[in-house]
């Protein structure tokens, strides 16, 4: 089955921490770039960060650039996001996606479920 399962969803202090993940099964991972996108309560989707099939790029958003890290790896068909200094404006649905081909920017084809992450004191 072609799917992408996210998790690592918390709730999480300001300032505090969480990664999240994203396994793939049903296609061949190591040939797609990825991507990770947010949707915060009543706003639209905001693209946060992408890699490129094999890891050699990686992409952020200004609204995370310096926070977040993005990796990949192809062995466990897993991508990762590590949210450091996490800020209450962080709180959102965090999905994870496929990019259309190797690398990032050219549109998504499969979407995950989400997983929420909450940061509040």
């Known amino acids: 089955q072609v799917q992408l399962v996210e998790s690592g969803g918390d709730l999480a202090q300001p300032g505090g921490s969480l990664r999240l993940s994203c396994a793939a099964s049903?296609?061949?991972?190591?040939?797609?770039?990825m991507s990770w996108a947010r949707q915060a309560p009543g706003k639209g989707l905001e693209w946060v960060s992408g890699?490129?099939?094999?890891?050699?790029?990686?992409y952020y958003a200004d609204s995370v650039k310096g926070r977040f890290t993005i990796s990949r790896d192809n062995a466990k068909n897993t991508v990762y996001l590590q949210m450091n200094s996490l800020k209450p404006e962080d709180t959102a649905l965090y999905y994870c996606a496929t990019e259309r081909g190797i690398t990032v920017g050219d549109g998504f084809d499969l979407w995950g479920k989400g997983t929420l992450v909450t940061v509040s004191s």
């Open positions: 890699i490129y099939s094999g890891g050699s790029d990686t």
């Open positions: 049903g296609f061949t991972f190591s040939l797609y770039g």
